[in-house]
């Protein structure tokens, strides 16, 4: 069992920057690809960013290449997203999440491949 806790969302000018920050306790973290996902209102979930157990290997998608940056640091469980240039379309509840071992393909994007969640920080980026 992995718990998450997001934390770092607010309110935002348009071109403004945010960090966001996922905790996780229980079980070992750093075994764990962890993935960044948003949803708006109205829209499905989807996803944002992911980081591999051994900070190798990053995703991101189109959407916030270039404008976001997702790191972890495994000595205090936690990972990051840095975002930055935020835009109005970036609005959404920002959720982290585990993706266990034996999904070990590049595609993060797939949210029926994690396993625990946290309940989400509300990010709300204004023109």
């Known amino acids: 069992q992995v718990q998450l806790v997001e934390s770092g969302g607010g309110l935002v000018q348009a071109g403004g920057s945010l960090r966001l920050s996922c905790a996780a306790s229980g079980r070992t973290f750093s075994a764990y690809a962890i993935g960044w996902f948003r949803q708006a209102p109205g829209k499905e979930r989807e996803i944002v960013a992911g980081i591999s157990w051994s900070d190798v290997y990053t995703y991101y998608a189109n959407s916030v290449k270039g404008r976001f940056t997702i790191s972890r640091d495994n000595a205090r469980n936690t990972v990051y997203l840095q975002m930055n240039s935020l835009k109005p379309e970036d609005t959404g509840i920002y959720y982290c999440?585990?993706?266990?071992?034996?999904?070990?393909?590049?595609?993060?994007?797939?949210?029926?491949?994690?396993?625990?969640w946290g309940q989400g920080t509300q990010v709300t980026v204004s023109s």
């Open positions: 999440a585990v993706r266990p071992p034996r999904y070990s393909g590049s595609d993060y994007s797939d949210p029926t491949q994690y396993a625990y």
